[in-house]
């Protein structure tokens, strides 16, 4: 177990959640720190990208949280023949009626498995950007709405690349939150063999959240106070990488700081908590901001773990607001308040 799984098994869940992170445990053993991280990501609206090699349990993750939510579910193959047509839709001509009618593409679902992403073309991959950002398609100057809420959860392997087209910058920046599954401890595995031994653990889940309790929680994810020592905070992480020029071709864009609030108010949520501390910043920061720093050619080679690792030395060289931002945020829950 690493250390981010060490320090999330410690952090306090709210009742309202629990029984959701416990049922997918048993499908997902041994990666608490991974289920919280896509939790996070769901109260705060956003898309995943999961990592790793194949057999860690990345497609699995997906399937096991559709069926833990009364959400509608659909997984997309990514190949290199995929058609954008075949994710966002196509009007087809109807001969009864003598008009072209719109069919829906796969895109149209609630919560969306892209399963090897990366295997299929630009041109493809380029049809979810419209729909990870705006939560609509737009097909021959007509915009269709996708249903709410909306979620994308890809996969891919960093260690395969032949036959694959790596996500441009600006396809990784629509994801919230870039994970990595890791393998699990040996206690877990254990745990996994005799589970798995008696049948399939996915068979015996069950909804534990419905649509609108999922928008009710967004919501309240979205209301989270913050109070300004935080908004320093996260201010002070993001603007450090746009000075270190020796290492970043390009720093942190404002995007990234507005998404390492939003994924901070929906880790207090989750925690169930009254307001966002840096805790909650430095719980999702890694997650967050990794895949949107600009390494140069020099650092390349070392790919998402010199990513990580420069967020990760920025929280511990950066200072951490004092207790003041205790009151700013309690001040801010108060009608009236900051």
Known sequence: MDTHDTQTLSVQISEDFRPLVQQLEQVIMGKQAVILDLLTALLAGGHVLLEDVPGTGKTSLAKALAQSLELSFQRIQFTPDLLPSEISGIN?????????????????????????????????????????????????????????????????????????????????????????????????????????????????????????????????????????????????????????????????SPRAALALQRAAKARACLCGQAFVTPDHVQAVAVQVLSHRLLLRQHQLNAGPASQRQRIEELLTATQVPTEAYKQQAAAAAIPGGI
Not at 143 to 152: G, I, K, R
Not at 177 to 199: H, I, K, Q, V
């Open 92 to 252: 087809v001509f109807n001969q009864k009626s003598g008009e072209f009618v719109f069919r829906q593409g796969a895109v149209f679902s609630q919560i969306v498995l892209a399963d090897e992403i990366n295997r299929a073309t630009p041109r493809t991959q380029s049809s979810l950007l419209e729909a990870m950002e705006e939560h609509q398609v737009s097909v021959d100057g007509q915009t269709y709405p996708l249903p709410d809420p909306f979620m994308v959860i890809a996969t891919q392997n960093p260690v395969e690349t032949l036959g694959t087209f790596p996500l441009p910058e600006a396809q990784l920046d629509r994801f919230l939150m870039r994970l990595s599954m890791g393998y699990p401890d040996r206690a877990a595995e254990t745990r996994m063999l005799e589970s798995y031994g008696n049948g399939q653990p996915q068979q015996n889940l069950r909804p534990c959240l419905s649509a609108s309790q999922v928008l009710d929680w967004q919501s309240k994810a979205a209301a989270m106070p913050v109070g300004q020592a935080v908004r320093d905070y996260i201010l002070d992480l993001v603007r450090q990488t746009r000075e270190d020029e020796d290492r970043l071709l390009l720093g942190l």
